[in-house]
């Protein structure tokens, strides 16, 4: 049998159910190494990136707790290099924006150079809607896809599109928008406050009695 063979076998016996508050505890493992903004690990984040403070709705509460917790794709037994899972996110089968980090890269992306895919609109056509948008696949993706049955419809909205920076921040790909993309891109903005400019440097105290029995 090849090493593949053994890793496939291996993934396919591994218990692969976990709760939110397992996942949690995972997150203790990675530091994302695309985020300039700390060095600490994702569940500091998760705590840190909290909108309690401000009194925000519960539901953008706890997507401010979990909203990371895709990225454990790039631990065992899934594996996956960080570049596969962290970074921005973006539609596919349409011009790609300058504004996505290292955009430089698509060159050689065979999409890039194909007729169909290289155009303003690509195979999609005005306001088509971002549900019917085929987006990179990343930790925003993955989660989106074990959750959205069970949150807010615009919290899933927000896992979805968190890194979906080229849009929400730089303000292409508007022309894809429907009128409710257009409003519930108006939560992400409100998130991504809280994502990207609360990442103190301070330890957070994972064990705090408060902390675990609110979020519980």
């Known amino acids: 049998m090849t090493k593949v063979e053994h890793e496939f076998r291996d993934y396919e016996n591994a218990d692969l159910h976990f709760g939110v508050w397992e996942m949690l505890i995972k997150l203790n493992q990675i530091i994302d190494d695309s985020d300039p903004d700390t060095n600490l690990s994702q569940i500091q984040h998760?705590?840190?990136a909290g909108?309690?403070?401000d009194n925000q709705p519960r539901w953008l509460q706890l997507v401010c707790l979990i909203?990371?917790?895709?990225k454990v794709l790039a631990l065992p037994p899934y594996n996956e290099p960080q570049h596969f899972v962290v970074g921005d996110t973006f539609p596919l089968g349409c011009q790609f924006s300058k504004n996505i980090v290292y955009y430089d890269f698509f060159?050689?992306?065979p999409d890039t150079n194909n007729e169909r895919f290289n155009t303003k609109f690509g195979v999609y056509h005005e306001n088509i809607g971002l549900e019917n948008v085929v987006m990179s696949y990343g930790h925003d993706e993955?989660?989106?896809n074990v959750v959205k049955d069970y949150i807010p419809k615009e919290a899933a909205f927000v896992i979805r599109f968190h890194s979906f920076y080229s849009c929400h921040s730089a303000g292409d790909y508007q022309y894809l928008l429907n009128e409710d993309d257009l409003k519930n891109m108006e939560w992400v903005k409100k998130f991504n406050k809280y994502d990207l400019?609360?990442?103190a440097n301070e330890m957070v105290?994972?064990?705090s009695h408060d902390i675990i029995k609110y979020y519980k």
Do not use: C, P
């Open 46 to 48: 998760a705590y840190q």
């Open 142 to 144: 993955y989660l989106y």
């Open 67 to 70: 909203h990371d917790l895709g």
């Open 197 to 199: 400019y609360t990442k």
């Open 107 to 109: 060159k050689n992306n």
């Open 51 to 53: 909108a309690r403070k």
């Open 205 to 207: 105290d994972e064990d």
